[in-house]
């Protein structure tokens, strides 16, 4: 499995996201700009700019015509995705820290920061696909509380919004009534991500608590967890083989000290259902901050705050990876 | 009161009755208490005109600071005896206090007075005490017997496995040590130590330290044991076979504090009185969890407190004396069960640096029997005296060997376990004081008259370990030219390596082809980083580990005894020695053999390094057999076990039918293994259909909610194409293109 190294991006990686085709790979990081990618070859299709802050998350609409972007510089910005223009900016108080298209594309969820006596918040604007001009209204906005929302990802249907929190709980959120349907403690401490099997019905969490958890959306009930010796940044399920993908790494500001080797800076393959850990893949040479499985399952990406970005095609030994049972 | 209106009042005073009222301000008369009186005995038998003297000796050389005798309080009951009026041998002497009436009991009780005296003192309210007892004699209650659990039952185990204790986040748990597989969970709990685990010198006991004291578990249930009362304890220690336990706290014993906490039902374990308070070293009976003495700290010459070190008693080996050094002036002697202190003085020594006791009981060659047990010491240079290393017989106190040393800079004693080699290893200064050596100073203890053997290194030696097995007294020393530390981090980390050697020296007898007796080197291993060593307990193989080392983790197993043949072969009795493997465990802070000398734990603790906590398991040739990460893993004990009790025929039987028992052992472990792999197989087929059938339910929930969702005007996004769209693409590519004409 020889990775293609995707060379785009000068700072850390926050979010890298294959389109729901799988052919393309958007990613942003901390220098401002967000990366369109050929996701076979690696080949650099262009770039979205216009952000003036570190970009935080990124999302495209399922026929690819949108991408919307979340950055540090308290805006949110939306794009045409084939040409790289501008069509619309969201103004928020803080920075926007998680953006994710609704399951229909009609709606786009926007994950706030807490700071400076703006309390955290998650936004849902309606996205119009046909027209150029967007709602500066909200439909909804959710207050989380007593801590603030980390990340959020759209349920089954839509008919929720899945938040994890900063004290390591979740809810779910009834987002047309703006009211928590649910709570759950999960982790015990941050939640670094949230990603949704691909119908919706159940989801990853991972954590700084060193562990990485699988609940059911709907009552919030753990199924599983995934043990690592080091804080996770990201984890991802894998569409065809009953695995999921975590990586992480020591905090940043702790790596210079330690070698890569300490450093635990490799993605981890843990079975589903098992929870034993199967394979690591290493490369990169600071923590991982993000991982997306591509949507066929023949791929996966991850970003590390190295600045690459790796793209892994698996062997064909992959494939006939099985379990004894 | 007889009622007096105005017109009967009495005539006089004399006539009114004031009886109530003296009934109601009664003074009561001041109690005398006797607290403050202690009566000795055992004094000599003196006439009249000695009787100020004997006083004053006793104030001066027994009461010292200890009391202050009340005025007139001495009382000496004279009687008439074979020369006129003499004393009866005992006096009543009142103090100013209680408190002082106390430290005068515990100093003259068993004060050696003269040549034939010994004193006795005792609170005078022990009198009364005494006085009120029942003369008839009632015989207490026959408390039912109890059975014991075995406490060595985990030596039966049918796998012949070992046991080994984590303590890790709060978390102490006892598992069965695998080969082939984790670890097998026995018990564990969360808050079951407060502090550290220790294990008894056999394995009997798990001892875990709360704030109360000291807690004994053991036996197959894991159920606690005993329980040794003894506030803010930070450290224990039994003795060699596991009858004495001593415990030291950080606190001095406030034994009114420990009765308060104990609540009034359970004023009976209390084991303290008032003669315990303030000290803070005890000794118990481990078995029956009696207090048998406490004893204070000890101090300086000037009374202040001394540095305590631990342990703060050595046991003899066969448990008979304990002793406790007070650096630089002395050893004190004490005997058990008694707990008195053997001839009533301690050893003086003055300069004594540190003790140590010949850890077997030796027995005289010709006749079987047990010679005197021996401690070593030794005694620095000062002023024109050389340093001294001196064997000395106990209880005789007689000297059986001393050797003057010159140039010492310090010194560590490294018994043979066998008792019958004492090496001291002596830190140098070279003539010019700049550099340091080491000299290896080898005390045949085991030999009549005591001969010593020398062995010079150029370097200094950072550690030393004697084989255990008594074959061949073979040891290990780790040397380095530059013995300055390496900088560490904060946790203790080194953060760089230093370049070491390891020497084995092997003792040679005279013999036919040997001329001189005396130790041989057999082979130098140079260029290591290791920073810790330590031979198998069952000899012959030998672990270097580079420990506590920030950049490097090299764990290297040798056997000493890998190919004689090639040895003999070439004349070179080190060429017998082997490198057997090396391995790498980043971080590695501690490293353990198993007590049978099968394996080897290298562990990561969370005291030393932040992250990577965990262990490795080993086989003695260095194959892993296992790892295992456990987060902020403080200590990793294994369980010790006591001597085998086959005899060396037996065990020359066991090596005979090795063939045999090993293939026995073989077909075990291949059933375990599969009975596990069986055990996995069924876990995991009910793990999947669980899944499956929840994701069947989720399925359907999902279908009836869609469906809902639609009816209220959801519109369900693009499902992405299913199948893989193939596209075909005819690209021709002109090679070559050539005009020709052909004919007209």
Same mark, same amino acid.
């Given at each position: 499995m020889r990775p293609i190294m995707l060379q785009g991006h000068t700072r850390a990686l926050t979010q890298v996201k294959y389109n729901s085709d799988g052919d393309l790979l958007l990613t942003v990081a901390k220098d401002k700009v967000a990366n369109l990618w050929y996701a076979h070859n690696g080949e650099r299709v262009g770039t979205y700019e216009g952000h003036e802050g570190a970009l935080w998350s990124i999302d495209c609409n399922k026929p690819t015509t949108l991408v919307v972007t979340g950055s540090a510089d308290n805006t949110a910005r939306l794009w045409?995705? &084939?040409?790289?223009?501008?069509?619309h900016v969201w103004e928020f108080p803080t920075a926007v820290k998680r953006v994710e298209f609704s399951r229909d594309d009609r709606h786009v969820l926007m994950v706030t920061e807490e700071r400076m006596g703006h309390k955290s918040g998650i936004y849902v604007f309606a996205v119009d696909s046909g027209s150029p001009a967007q709602s500066n209204e909200p439909v909804a906005v959710i207050r989380p509380s007593p801590s603030k929302a980390t990340v959020a990802s759209w349920s089954y249907l839509d008919r929720y919004i899945v938040a994890g929190h900063e004290d390591g709980s979740l809810a779910l959120y009834d987002w047309k009534y703006e009211e928590p349907a649910m709570r759950a403690t999960a982790h015990d401490a941050g939640i670094t991500d949230i990603q949704m099997w691909k119908d919706g019905t159940y989801f990853i969490t991972s954590s700084r608590d060193k562990t990485a958890r699988l609940f &059911?959306?709907?009552?919030?009930?753990?199924l599983k967890v995934y043990k690592a010796d080091t804080s996770l940044n990201s984890a991802a399920l894998t569409p065809t083989q009953e695995l999921v993908i975590l990586g992480g790494g020591q905090a940043a500001s702790e790596v210079t000290t330690t070698s890569s080797r300490q450093g635990k800076f490799e993605s981890r393959f843990y079975h589903k259902i098992f929870e034993d850990e199967v394979g690591r893949v290493k490369g990169h040479f600071g923590p991982i901050n993000t991982i997306a499985v591509q949507p066929d399952g023949k791929a996966y990406a991850s970003g590390g705050e190295d600045g690459y970005v790796r793209v892994h095609h698996f062997d064909p030994d992959y494939y006939k990876f099985k379990y004894d049972y | 009161m007889a009622v007096y209106t105005y017109d009967n009042l009495p005539a006089s005073e004399e006539d009114i009755d004031f009886g109530d009222l003296e009934r109601k301000f009664v003074v009561p *008369?001041?109690?005398? #208490?006797? *607290?403050n009186v202690v009566v000795l005995d055992n004094l000599p038998v003196v006439d009249t005109g000695k009787v100020d003297k004997l006083i004053k000796t006793l104030t001066s050389k027994v009461f010292k600071k200890a009391g202050k005798v009340k005025e007139n309080g001495f009382h000496m009951p004279m009687g008439e005896g074979a020369r006129g009026s003499e004393s009866k041998g005992y006096a009543f002497v009142e103090f100013e206090t209680a408190a002082q009436a106390q430290a005068v009991i515990r100093a003259a009780n068993g004060h050696q007075f003269g040549a034939s005296h010994v004193l006795r003192a005792n609170p005078f309210m022990d009198v009364e005490k005494y006085a009120e007892v029942d003369d008839a004699y009632r015989a207490p209650p026959a408390e039912p017997f109890e059975e014991r659990e075995h406490l060595r039952s985990w030596l039966m185990d049918d796998y012949g496995r070992d046991q080994f204790a984590t303590y890790a986040r709060g978390e102490l748990g006892v598992y069965w040590g695998e080969t082939a597989q984790a670890a097998e969970q026995i018990k564990a709990r969360s808050n079951w130590t407060e502090s550290h685990v220790q294990w008894s010198p056999l394995g009997s006991y798990m001892g875990t330290f709360h704030l109360q004291g000291l807690v004994l578990w053991g036996g197959p249930s894991w159920s606690k044991l005993m329980r040794f009362v003894h506030p803010f304890i930070s450290f224990a220690d039994f003795s060699p076979s596991e009858r004495y336990l001593v415990t030291m706290s950080s606190k001095p014993i406030d034994v009114e504090a420990v009765g308060a906490r104990l609540g009034p039902d359970a004023a009976h374990q209390n084991p303290y009185s008032t003669a315990d308070q303030g000290n803070s070293v005890c000794v118990w009976d481990a078995r029956t969890g009696t207090l048998l003495r406490s004893f204070p700290l000890p101090t300086n010459d000037d009374g202040s407190p001394a540095q305590? $070190?631990?342990?703060?008693f050595k046991w003899s080996p066969s448990e008979k004396y304990f002793a406790r050094m007070a650096y630089g002036a002395s050893i004190s002697i004490y005997e058990a069960p008694s707990m008195g202190l053997v001839d009533k003085k301690s050893l003086k020594v003055p300069g004594v640096q540190d003790f140590s006791w010949c850890p077997q009981v030796l027995t005289e060659a010709r006749t079987g029997a047990a010679r005197p047990e021996m401690l070593a010491y030794w005694t620095p240079e000062d002023g024109n005296l050389p340093a001294r290393v001196s064997l000395v017989a106990v209880p005789s106190r007689e000297i059986v060997r001393t050797k003057n040393l010159y140039n010492v800079f310090a010194a560590a004693l490294h018994w043979h376990p066998s008792g019958k080699m004492l090496c001291v290893r002596v830190q140098r200064f070279t003539k010019s004081k700049k550099s340091r050596f080491t000299n290896l100073e080898i005390f045949r203890t085991g030999e009549k008259e005591v001969p010593v053997d020398v062995v010079e290194l150029k370097d200094s030696a950072m550690a030393f370990d004697w084989e255990? #097995?008594? $074959?061949?007294f073979r040891f290990a020393i780790l040397h380095t030219e530059d013995p300055t530390p390496p900088p560490t981090n904060m946790a203790g980390m080194a953060m760089a390596t230093v370049k070491t050697s390891v020497s084995l020296y092997s003792f040679v007898r005279k013999g036919k082809l040997v001329q001189k007796e005396g130790f041989q080197l057999l082979k130098t291993l140079e260029n290591k980083t290791a920073r810790s060593l330590k031979w198998s307990p069952r000899g012959r193989h030998i672990v270097l580990a580079t420990l506590r080392t920030a950049t490097n983790g090299t764990i290297e197993f040798y056997d000493a005894d890998f190919d004689h043949a090639a040895a003999a072969k070439s004349g070179v009795p080190g060429d017998a020695i082997a490198l057997l493997a090396t391995a790498e465990h980043y971080g590695v802070t501690d490293m353990e053999w198993d007590p049978s000398g099968r394996y080897v734990t290298t562990w990561v603790s969370a005291r030393y390094h932040p992250s990577e906590n965990g262990y490795i398991m080993w086989d003695f040739r260095g194959q892993e057999l296992q790892q295992a990460a456990v987060d902020d893993l403080w200590q990793f004990v294994w369980r010790p076990r006591p001597e085998s009790l086959l005899t060396e025929e037996h065990r020359r039987e066991v090596r005979r039918d090795l063939k045999a028992y090993a293939k026995e052992f073989d077909e075990l472990d291949e059933r375990r293994l599969h009975a596990a792999d069986a055990e996995l197989m069924s876990q995991r087929r009910r793990l999947v259909s669980e899944w499956e059938s929840w994701r069947q339910q989720v399925g359907e929930f999902l279908a009836e909610e869609t469906d809902e969702a639609l009816a209220s005007g959801y519109t369900l996004p693009i499902a992405p194409d299913s199948e893989d769209l193939v596209v075909e693409e005819i690209v021709e590519e002109i090679i070559d293109e050539k005009e020709e004409v052909v004919g007209k």
């Amino acid at each position: 499995m020889r990775p293609i190294m995707l060379q785009g991006h000068t700072r850390a990686l926050t979010q890298v996201k294959y389109n729901s085709d799988g052919d393309l790979l958007l990613t942003v990081a901390k220098d401002k700009v967000a990366n369109l990618w050929y996701a076979h070859n690696g080949e650099r299709v262009g770039t979205y700019e216009g952000h003036e802050g570190a970009l935080w998350s990124i999302d495209c609409n399922k026929p690819t015509t949108l991408v919307v972007t979340g950055s540090a510089d308290n805006t949110a910005r939306l794009w045409h995705a &084939e040409t790289g223009k501008q069509l619309h900016v969201w103004e928020f108080p803080t920075a926007v820290k998680r953006v994710e298209f609704s399951r229909d594309d009609r709606h786009v969820l926007m994950v706030t920061e807490e700071r400076m006596g703006h309390k955290s918040g998650i936004y849902v604007f309606a996205v119009d696909s046909g027209s150029p001009a967007q709602s500066n209204e909200p439909v909804a906005v959710i207050r989380p509380s007593p801590s603030k929302a980390t990340v959020a990802s759209w349920s089954y249907l839509d008919r929720y919004i899945v938040a994890g929190h900063e004290d390591g709980s979740l809810a779910l959120y009834d987002w047309k009534y703006e009211e928590p349907a649910m709570r759950a403690t999960a982790h015990d401490a941050g939640i670094t991500d949230i990603q949704m099997w691909k119908d919706g019905t159940y989801f990853i969490t991972s954590s700084r608590d060193k562990t990485a958890r699988l609940f &059911e959306t709907s009552s919030l009930n753990p199924l599983k967890v995934y043990k690592a010796d080091t804080s996770l940044n990201s984890a991802a399920l894998t569409p065809t083989q009953e695995l999921v993908i975590l990586g992480g790494g020591q905090a940043a500001s702790e790596v210079t000290t330690t070698s890569s080797r300490q450093g635990k800076f490799e993605s981890r393959f843990y079975h589903k259902i098992f929870e034993d850990e199967v394979g690591r893949v290493k490369g990169h040479f600071g923590p991982i901050n993000t991982i997306a499985v591509q949507p066929d399952g023949k791929a996966y990406a991850s970003g590390g705050e190295d600045g690459y970005v790796r793209v892994h095609h698996f062997d064909p030994d992959y494939y006939k990876f099985k379990y004894d049972y | 009161m007889a009622v007096y209106t105005y017109d009967n009042l009495p005539a006089s005073e004399e006539d009114i009755d004031f009886g109530d009222l003296e009934r109601k301000f009664v003074v009561p *008369e001041q109690e005398e #208490t006797l *607290e403050n009186v202690v009566v000795l005995d055992n004094l000599p038998v003196v006439d009249t005109g000695k009787v100020d003297k004997l006083i004053k000796t006793l104030t001066s050389k027994v009461f010292k600071k200890a009391g202050k005798v009340k005025e007139n309080g001495f009382h000496m009951p004279m009687g008439e005896g074979a020369r006129g009026s003499e004393s009866k041998g005992y006096a009543f002497v009142e103090f100013e206090t209680a408190a002082q009436a106390q430290a005068v009991i515990r100093a003259a009780n068993g004060h050696q007075f003269g040549a034939s005296h010994v004193l006795r003192a005792n609170p005078f309210m022990d009198v009364e005490k005494y006085a009120e007892v029942d003369d008839a004699y009632r015989a207490p209650p026959a408390e039912p017997f109890e059975e014991r659990e075995h406490l060595r039952s985990w030596l039966m185990d049918d796998y012949g496995r070992d046991q080994f204790a984590t303590y890790a986040r709060g978390e102490l748990g006892v598992y069965w040590g695998e080969t082939a597989q984790a670890a097998e969970q026995i018990k564990a709990r969360s808050n079951w130590t407060e502090s550290h685990v220790q294990w008894s010198p056999l394995g009997s006991y798990m001892g875990t330290f709360h704030l109360q004291g000291l807690v004994l578990w053991g036996g197959p249930s894991w159920s606690k044991l005993m329980r040794f009362v003894h506030p803010f304890i930070s450290f224990a220690d039994f003795s060699p076979s596991e009858r004495y336990l001593v415990t030291m706290s950080s606190k001095p014993i406030d034994v009114e504090a420990v009765g308060a906490r104990l609540g009034p039902d359970a004023a009976h374990q209390n084991p303290y009185s008032t003669a315990d308070q303030g000290n803070s070293v005890c000794v118990w009976d481990a078995r029956t969890g009696t207090l048998l003495r406490s004893f204070p700290l000890p101090t300086n010459d000037d009374g202040s407190p001394a540095q305590p $070190a631990w342990p703060q008693f050595k046991w003899s080996p066969s448990e008979k004396y304990f002793a406790r050094m007070a650096y630089g002036a002395s050893i004190s002697i004490y005997e058990a069960p008694s707990m008195g202190l053997v001839d009533k003085k301690s050893l003086k020594v003055p300069g004594v640096q540190d003790f140590s006791w010949c850890p077997q009981v030796l027995t005289e060659a010709r006749t079987g029997a047990a010679r005197p047990e021996m401690l070593a010491y030794w005694t620095p240079e000062d002023g024109n005296l050389p340093a001294r290393v001196s064997l000395v017989a106990v209880p005789s106190r007689e000297i059986v060997r001393t050797k003057n040393l010159y140039n010492v800079f310090a010194a560590a004693l490294h018994w043979h376990p066998s008792g019958k080699m004492l090496c001291v290893r002596v830190q140098r200064f070279t003539k010019s004081k700049k550099s340091r050596f080491t000299n290896l100073e080898i005390f045949r203890t085991g030999e009549k008259e005591v001969p010593v053997d020398v062995v010079e290194l150029k370097d200094s030696a950072m550690a030393f370990d004697w084989e255990p #097995t008594e $074959a061949s007294f073979r040891f290990a020393i780790l040397h380095t030219e530059d013995p300055t530390p390496p900088p560490t981090n904060m946790a203790g980390m080194a953060m760089a390596t230093v370049k070491t050697s390891v020497s084995l020296y092997s003792f040679v007898r005279k013999g036919k082809l040997v001329q001189k007796e005396g130790f041989q080197l057999l082979k130098t291993l140079e260029n290591k980083t290791a920073r810790s060593l330590k031979w198998s307990p069952r000899g012959r193989h030998i672990v270097l580990a580079t420990l506590r080392t920030a950049t490097n983790g090299t764990i290297e197993f040798y056997d000493a005894d890998f190919d004689h043949a090639a040895a003999a072969k070439s004349g070179v009795p080190g060429d017998a020695i082997a490198l057997l493997a090396t391995a790498e465990h980043y971080g590695v802070t501690d490293m353990e053999w198993d007590p049978s000398g099968r394996y080897v734990t290298t562990w990561v603790s969370a005291r030393y390094h932040p992250s990577e906590n965990g262990y490795i398991m080993w086989d003695f040739r260095g194959q892993e057999l296992q790892q295992a990460a456990v987060d902020d893993l403080w200590q990793f004990v294994w369980r010790p076990r006591p001597e085998s009790l086959l005899t060396e025929e037996h065990r020359r039987e066991v090596r005979r039918d090795l063939k045999a028992y090993a293939k026995e052992f073989d077909e075990l472990d291949e059933r375990r293994l599969h009975a596990a792999d069986a055990e996995l197989m069924s876990q995991r087929r009910r793990l999947v259909s669980e899944w499956e059938s929840w994701r069947q339910q989720v399925g359907e929930f999902l279908a009836e909610e869609t469906d809902e969702a639609l009816a209220s005007g959801y519109t369900l996004p693009i499902a992405p194409d299913s199948e893989d769209l193939v596209v075909e693409e005819i690209v021709e590519e002109i090679i070559d293109e050539k005009e020709e004409v052909v004919g007209k």
